[in-house]
C-alpha cells in the first residue's frame, strides 16, 4: 500500500524524536511492502518564527490531504511565561484540532512490566492496569466564547455542548468498551453543570444500544480520586475536553512509563498521532529525549488509520525487546548505560 | 470565652461524625473554661425531607448569627441517579457557600506517620507532603449563567470571575504562605481560559505587595501530575473553584489518611469546618465512620475561628495519641482491634 503522511515535527524534542518515528516507520514500510511518502510541515512556534502562525494555512493543506499525521511536540519557552501573548504555539495545536476536526483524543495507560516500579504508586495498586481515555477534544470550554467586560475587570470563559457531540465521542467509546472488557465510564460534574447533564442523559440514552456494554456514571472529582487509588479498576472512559486534559494527564503518570504513551486525536476524515509528553525544552539538541511514545505513536497509526495490525504489532515487539534489553534512553536507565535519542531509534529500525 | 456554634450534622454519617466533635469540643471547652453553645440546624438530604429545601432560610438565620459553623457531610443515594433531580442535596452546599459567602476553601493535606504505609504512594514520594489548598468557592463555573438552547440539544455553562474574586482569595493565599514556607503556587490554565488569564495577571500584580513569596505559575494539568509525582514539592495553591474541586480531592488520596483531613471554609464575616470525606451512606448508622476528620476541623475551628491555638493543639494531641496508641475505627485498623465511631470519640473527649 502507499500512504502519504503529513509529518508535524514541532518544537523542541519534536524534531528529533520524530526523526526516530520515520524511520522505524520506513522500516516497517520496507519489511511489509508499502510505500510511505512522508509530507514534512510546520507547526508551533517553529512556524510562528518562519511565516507568524503557529498552523499556516499550507500546513493544513497538506494535514487535509494525507493519510494520516504524525505529529511531534510543540511550546516554547520564550511563550511560557506570556500566556495573553497574541500568538502561542498551543493556538496552533488548537486550530489544528478545530480545522482538522479531531474530536477524538484517544489516550491509552498501561503499565509496562519491565518498568512498573518507576510508578509513584505502589506496585499492588497499578499492576494490571490498561485503560483508554477517549476526551472531547473540539468542543467544549476551549472553544466557546471568551473574553473580558467591564473594562477588563470582568473574565469569562463559556462551556457548550451539542447533543450531537456527545454523542459522536459516546458513540466511539461505546465502540471501544465492545473490543475490550465492555465496560464504560463517563466522567461528568453533572451535580454542578448543564453540559455534564446533558453528557449524562445523552451517554444514558444510548445504553440501549450497546446492552452489553456496563456503563458506570462518576463525578470528575471522584475520578480523580479513584484514579491514584484504583487505577486498574478502570477500563474505558469518556469525557468532555477540559475533563479530560486534567484527568488523562494525571493517568499519564500512574504508570511510570509517561515517556512511553502515545494518543490518537480521530476526527471523521483524519487522525494524527503524537506522544503525550511535551516540546521538552531543556533536552533539546541533546539527543537524550526518549523515542519510544513518539515510535508507539507511529504504531498506532499503523494500527488504527491503515487498519494494519501486524505492522503495528512488529512496532510494538520492537519496543519491548529494546526494554528487556535495556535499549533505553537515560530517563529509562536506572543502573544500566544509557542510549542516545538516535541511537535507540537505529536499534528500533533494525530490529523491526 | 462564649461561642454559639450552628452544627449541621447533615446526612450519611454525618449526624454520628458530628457527635464526637461534639464531645470533643465540649471537653476542650470544659478544660480551657469557654462555654459552647451549639446551634442545630437541617442541612442537605434531611432537610429536603422535612421542609424540601436543602438550605432552609431557618439554618441560615442559624449559620448567620453563629460564631462558626461545624459541618458534618451531606448526599443522599437516593438522589445519586439523578443530577437533574429538581431539589438536590448539593443544592444545598452550594447554596449555603453563596449565601454565607464562604468565598476560601482551605484544605490542608498532611501525612501522619504512622499512617504514611497506607498511601497508595510510595513513602519516598509522599513523606514530608504538608500542602495547603486555598479553592475560590462562590465564584467560576459552579455560579455562572447555565441552561440549554435550541429546544434542550445545546447546553451551556458560564465560567465568570471577577478581578476583585481573584484578590480577594488570593489575598489569603499570600498571607497563608507568608505563615508558611513562602511558597505560593497560582494553578490556571491561562494557555486556554480568559477568566486563568485574569487569574494570572492579577496574582502577578499582586506579587509586589509580598516580596519574600516566591510565586509559581503551573496549569491545572500539570498540576495534576507534578501532585502524583513529587506531592512534597508543594506548598500553598491557589485556584479557582472547579480546579479547586478537581485537584484537592486528587490531592487528599495522596496522604494514605483521608479519613483524616478536615478543612475550613472562610467567608468575611463567618467561617465553616467540615471533614472533607462524604456522606459515606453504606456506613450509615452502623457506628463504624472514622470521626476523626471532623474532630480535625473542631481544631481548626479553635484555631482559626476563634484563635485559640492551645485549644485547636489539645485536639492534635490527643487524636495524635490515639493514632499512636491504635484507638481507631476500622478503616485503620490494619491488623489490631477497630473501635467503634463512639468510642473513639470518647476515648479522645477523655484524653483532651
Ligand atoms: C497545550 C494545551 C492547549 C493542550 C490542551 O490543554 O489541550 C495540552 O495540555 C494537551 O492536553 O494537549
Ligand atoms: C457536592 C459538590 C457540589 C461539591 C463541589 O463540587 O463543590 C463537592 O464535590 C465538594 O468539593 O465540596
Known amino acids: 500500500?502507499?500512504?502519504?503522511?503529513?509529518?508535524?515535527?514541532?518544537?523542541?524534542?519534536?524534531?528529533?524524536?520524530?526523526?526516530?518515528?520515520?524511520?522505524?516507520?520506513?522500516?516497517?514500510?520496507?519489511?511489509?511492502?508499502?510505500?510511505?511518502?512522508?509530507?514534512?510541515?510546520?507547526?508551533?512556534?517553529a512556524a510562528i518564527d518562519a511565516v507568524g502562525d503557529p498552523y499556516p494555512d499550507a500546513t493544513h493543506e497538506i494535514c487535509k490531504n494525507a493519510?494520516?499525521?504524525?505529529?511531534?511536540?510543540?511550546?516554547?519557552?520564550?511563550?511560557?511565561?506570556?500566556?495573553?501573548?497574541?500568538?502561542?504555539?498551543e493556538q496552533g495545536l488548537l486550530k489544528m484540532r478545530k480545522k482538522l476536526g479531531l474530536f477524538a483524543n484517544v489516550r491509552p495507560t498501561f503499565t509496562f512490566p519491565s518498568l512498573i516500579d518507576k510508578s509513584p504508586l505502589k506496585r499492588e495498586r497499578i499492576e494490571g492496569t490498561d485503560l483508554v481515555f477517549l476526551r472531547e477534544l473540539t468542543g467544549g470550554i476551549y472553544f466557546g466564547e471568551k473574553g473580558r467586560r467591564d473594562g477588563g475587570e470582568t473574565a469569562f470563559d463559556n462551556c457548550v455542548y451539542t447533543r450531537a457531540e456527545v454523542q459522536r465521542l459516546a458513540k466511539k467509546g461505546f465502540e471501544l468498551a465492545m473490543t475490550r472488557s465492555k465496560k464504560l465510564c463517563c466522567v461528568d460534574k453533572a451535580n454542578v453543570m448543564e453540559t455534564s447533564r446533558l453528557w449524562r442523559e445523552t451517554v444514558q440514552a444510548m445504553e440501549k444500544d450497546y446492552p452489553e456494554v456496563t456503563v458506570s456514571y462518576e463525578f470528575v472529582d471522584a475520578v480523580a480520586m479513584r484514579l491514584v487509588q484504583w487505577p486498574n479498576s478502570y477500563d474505558v472512559l469518556i469525557t468532555e475536553?477540559?475533563?479530560?486534559?486534567?484527568?488523562?494527564?494525571?493517568?499519564?503518570?500512574?504508570?511510570?512509563?509517561?515517556?512511553?504513551?502515545?494518543?490518537?486525536?480521530?476526527?471523521?476524515?483524519?487522525?494524527?498521532?503524537?506522544?503525550?509528553?511535551?516540546?521538552?525544552?531543556?533536552?533539546?539538541?541533546?539527543?537524550?529525549?526518549?523515542?519510544?511514545?513518539?515510535?508507539?505513536?507511529?504504531?498506532?497509526?499503523?494500527?488504527?488509520?491503515?487498519?494494519?495490525?501486524?505492522?503495528?504489532?512488529?512496532?510494538?515487539?520492537?519496543?519491548?525487546?529494546?526494554?528487556?534489553?535495556?535499549?533505553?534512553?537515560?530517563?529509562?536507565?536506572?543502573?544500566?548505560k544509557a542510549y542516545g535519542t538516535k541511537e535507540v531509534g537505529d536499534w528500533l529500525a533494525a530490529n523491526i
Chains 1, 2 share one sequence.
Do not use: C
Not at 14 to 29: F, L
Not at 248 to 261: F, H, K, Q
Open 241 to 336: 475536553n477540559l475533563f479530560g486534559d486534567i484527568l488523562t494527564d494525571e493517568a499519564s503518570v500512574i504508570s511510570g512509563s509517561m515517556g512511553l504513551m502515545p494518543s490518537a486525536s480521530m476526527g471523521a476524515d483524519i487522525a494524527l498521532f503524537e506522544p503525550i509528553h511535551g516540546s521538552y525544552p531543556q533536552a533539546t539538541g541533546k539527543n537524550i529525549a526518549n523515542p519510544m511514545a513518539t515510535v508507539l505513536s507511529a504504531a498506532m497509526m499503523f494500527e488504527t488509520a491503515f487498519n494494519l495490525p501486524e505492522e503495528g504489532q512488529a512496532i510494538r515487539d520492537a519496543v519491548n525487546k529494546a526494554l528487556s534489553e535495556g535499549i533505553v534512553t537515560e530517563d529509562l536507565a536506572d543502573k544500566g
Open 67 to 89: 493519510d494520516a499525521v504524525l505529529f511531534g511536540a510543540i511550546g516554547h519557552p520564550k511563550y511560557d511565561n506570556d500566556p495573553s501573548a497574541p500568538v502561542r504555539p
Open 1 to 45: 500500500m502507499k500512504f502519504n503522511i503529513a509529518l508535524l515535527a514541532g518544537d523542541g524534542i519534536g524534531p528529533e524524536v520524530i526523526d526516530q518515528a520515520v524511520k522505524v516507520s520506513d522500516a516497517v514500510a520496507k519489511k511489509f511492502g508499502h510505500e510511505i511518502t512522508w509530507k514534512p510541515a510546520l507547526t508551533g512556534a
